[in-house]
């Protein structure tokens, strides 16, 4: 059983660029969250899909947007990208509160 | 909101010794805490988590315990061994699965 999957594993991006990033959930799940990581921090909450709806947006920006497919698989754009931007963005799954990470994209903004 | 205090941010101990890790939540309204591992260029892994119907959950070398009232849980490590060294977070979730994370807690476990 394949866990929490996501690509790119790396991203260079120029500022002002958009992003897409994509995550294939555990099997079984049906709810996927993404996380931007900094540097030295603990993963923040950017949103969260059920159903194909966003059920739950943490403090971002309308730039970051996201999708979920009626496979369970999510996809977090980013527009207009900031230098602050750059992070881990993590993909995470869950299944009756129980959440399981994917390895992450690491996106640098230059 | 909710939110998340750990400590300590580093913590180094021998081999053998134990390591305790402790954390803090505001929101009474969270009601499960996993705690995390992340080794370097990983994402975060599940180690054990604890419900708030329950004060203490153990495997194997791993403990962690619930002080709803206090609002505060801890992660409790024996017999550390080298492969244990990575950042370790703390979470508490919202019914609606919102996860709020610490800050993390860097262990390093001198061999």
């Known amino acids: 059983d394949a866990g929490v999957t996501q690509s790119p594993t790396h991203l260079i991006k120029t500022r002002g660029q958009q992003v897409t990033l994509r995550c294939s959930p555990k099997?079984?799940?049906?709810?996927v969250s993404w996380y931007q990581q900094a540097l030295g921090q603990g993963p923040q909450f950017i949103f969260q899909y059920y159903e194909e709806e966003e059920r739950q947006r943490g403090n971002f920006p309308d730039r970051f947007s996201g999708h979920q497919f009626p496979n369970y698989s999510s996809e977090l754009n980013v527009n207009a990208l900031l230098l602050g931007d750059s992070a881990l963005y993590l993909c995470a799954s869950s299944l009756r509160g129980q959440a399981f990470f994917g390895q992450g994209t690491r996106l640098t903004v230059v | 909101g909710e939110n998340v205090e750990q400590h300590p941010s580093t913590l180094s101990v021998q081999e053998g010794d134990s390591a305790v890790i402790k954390c803090t939540y505001s929101?009474?309204?969270?009601?499960?805490f996993p705690w995390y591992k992340q080794e370097l260029g990983k994402g975060p892994q599940l180690i054990i988590d604890i419900r708030s119907n329950v004060g203490e959950k153990k495997d194997q070398r791993i403990a962690v315990t619930l002080n709803k009232t206090a609002k505060h849980f801890s992660l409790h490590i024996t017999e550390t061994q080298p492969e244990d060294s990575a950042v370790y977070f703390c979470a508490a979730s919202n019914p609606l699965e919102q996860f709020y994370f610490g800050t993390g807690t860097s262990l390093t476990v001198i061999p």
């Open positions: 099997s079984g799940h049906d709810t």
């Open positions: 929101d009474s309204a969270s009601n499960y």
